[in-house]
């Protein structure tokens, strides 16, 4: 029967992990023999042996050996490969049961007849193959027998020692080699981490939307959410003092005159306004309506006056007025009453802005930040946005500006209205509405999200309009456990060639702890996969 075999040739500076690579390599091939020279770096230890023979059982495959080395044949035997002392005995099929000394030749029996198998072939004499592959196609013989071993010379007796013989020790130093194994593969299997750090290229994403927020509980729609209207105020009442000058002019006295027809056969008459009237004394008044005198003798009219010159001489008393300037004949004058009213010009105090601005400025200096604390008290906690101008101060007084008093009233009064909502449940909204644009088969990322508003229309009742932006970076998804289930057991340069293959992956870093090792650990939980977004492109 023939069977296919991949011959591999082992360079003396490899290691272990590369024969496992290339036994990853050959996923086609169910037999592989190797040719190990006879200072082989990767295979010097029992160890070595046990782990080529772990990962060939695990890819399924069977394994061979050809060396002339007879510690290398036992190790490879114990391990539970197939060993053959050449290339010649590989071709004919003579395997190695037991490994012969080192000074005593290799002598095999092929029944029937019996030869000695040829010396190791170098791999010049095989036709100069470079290192690598090589395909057999041979016959394998079965009935193999190797040389019986030569009887080892007795050694002279050694001299009694007083102490201890070194056997004695010999559990216990198993015990610890044992030990030692045991801690080193567990170190090996279990210690080692590794972290894997991809840099993505996100890809930029913009949404602006309006948001509406009520009194009360959200009505449940993407862009509204509850508010809570908040008022807050407090008022103080003080006492004025005038301060403004303002110049008062002269007033003229004012009064009234009865004027007399003395005419038996006047058919009556209409006396002019502005008619000059006086006193004995020289002051002068003047009628500020016409007169309408009726007809006969002592029909008459009142009428108002007013002193030509304005301030206080102008007041007179009763009777004294009884002169009729330019004309007034059959007619004659009389003053019941005395005119008052007169006054000279003078500078009065009354009350201007600055009167009633003073007590308010001083006021609200500590008025309005304790309103304001009494708002944000009331809010408790949540976000506050004031209506209009915010906390504002007003003053009122008993008396207008201008005013000419000698003592007013001020009332003071600081108030402010806001209305207040959840920041946080704002701004899940704004990013709710940045998810909904994100395309199919791609996920946000979670850094370089910007996430803010502008009030507008806010109202004492509670109602409020919220202008949003949210801005943010997307990236293809990443199965997290499917990558690190595919790094685990990977060369560290076969691990960073995959994730740099990953899409939208710019950079990529695989970092090993404590130590490095020639593969990343066999558990995919020892691995941690980092992904972060270094870089962006604009999306319209």
């Known amino acids: ?181 045991i801690g080193l593969l567990f170190g090996m299997l279990y210690l080692p981490t590794a972290t894997a750090t991809l840099s993505v290229s996100g890809t930029q994403l913009k949404a602006d939307t309006t948001l509406l927020g009520a009194p009360g509980n959200a009505a449940g729609s993407p862009n509204q959410f509850a508010t809570q209207p908040v008022h807050a105020e407090q008022s103080q009442t003080l006492p004025g003092t005038p301060t403004g000058q303002k110049q008062v002019a002269a007033v003229p006295s004012t009064g009234q005159v009865v004027i007399t027809s003395t005419c038996v056969f006047c058919l009556g008459q209409d006396v002019r306004k502005g008619l000059i009237v006086s006193t004995d004394s020289g002051k002068r008044y003047s009628t500020q309506k016409v007169a309408h005198i009726g007809a006969g003798y002592g029909a008459q009219d009142t009428v108002p006056i007013a002193a030509v010159t304005a301030g206080l001489d102008g007041n007179t008393d009763a009777h004294s007025i009884t002169n009729i300037e330019n004309g007034g004949n059959d007619l004659k004058v009389d003053n019941p009453q005395a005119t008052t009213g007169g006054a000279d010009a003078r500078t009065a105090t009354i009350i201007q802005q600055s009167d009633l601005d003073g007590p308010k400025d001083a006021y609200s200096k500590d008025a309005i930040p304790q309103v304001t604390d009494q708002l944000s008290s009331k809010a408790q906690g949540k976000k506050l946005i004031l209506v209009g101008k915010g906390v504002q101060a007003a003053v009122t ?117 404590p130590f490095g090792l020639p593969w990343l650990p066999l558990f995919s939980s020892r691995i941690t996969l980092k992904i972060q977004e270094v870089s962006s492109t604009s999306s319209a």
């Open 1 to 181: 029967m023939k069977t296919l075999a991949k011959l591999l040739y082992v360079e003396a500076d490899e290691e272990i992990t590369d024969l496992v690579d290339r036994l990853r390599d050959l996923s086609l091939e169910d037999e592989v023999t190797f040719v190990v020279p006879d200072r082989a770096r990767a295979l010097q230890s029992a160890m070595s042996f046990r782990l080529l023979k772990r990962y060939a059982d695990s890819y399924g495959k069977r394994v061979n050996l050809v060396s002339g080395d007879p510690r290398l044949q036992a190790m490879s035997l114990e391990a539970g490969f197939m060993a053959y002392p050449s290339l010649a005995a590989y071709d004919s099929g003579t395997e190695v049961h037991q490994p012969a000394l080192v000074d005593e030749p290799i002598v095999t029996s092929v029944a029937p007849p019996v030869a000695t198998p040829a010396p190791a072939q170098t791999r010049s004499q095989l036709g100069g193959s470079p290192p690598g592959v090589a395909t057999l196609d041979r016959p394998r013989q079965a009935s193999v027998v190797s040389a019986p071993p030569r009887a080892t010379p007795p050694k002279p007796p050694r001299p009694a020692s007083s102490g201890p013989s070194l056997r004695s020790y010999r559990p216990y130093l198993i015990g610890a080699g044992v030990l030692a194994v």
């Open 397 to 513: 007084a008993d008396h207008k500006v201008g005013e000419e008093v000698n003592g007013f009233t001020v009332t003071i009064k600081v108030s402010g209205d806001g209305v207040a909502f959840d920041d946080k449940a704002v701004k899940a909204m704004l990013k709710a509405a940045l998810q909904r644009k994100v395309p199919q088969g791609s996920q946000l990322t979670t850094e370089n999200i910007t996430l803010n508003y502008d009030a507008v229309d806010a109202t004492a009742d509670g109602h409020i309009t919220l202008n949003g932006h949210a801005s943010g970076f997307y990236t293809p998804v990443f199965l997290n456990s499917a990558i690190r289930s595919h790094l685990k057991g990977m060369s560290p340069s076969k691990a960073h060639a995959f994730l740099q293959s990953l899409p939208n992956v710019v950079d990529a870093r695989v970092v090993q702890s």
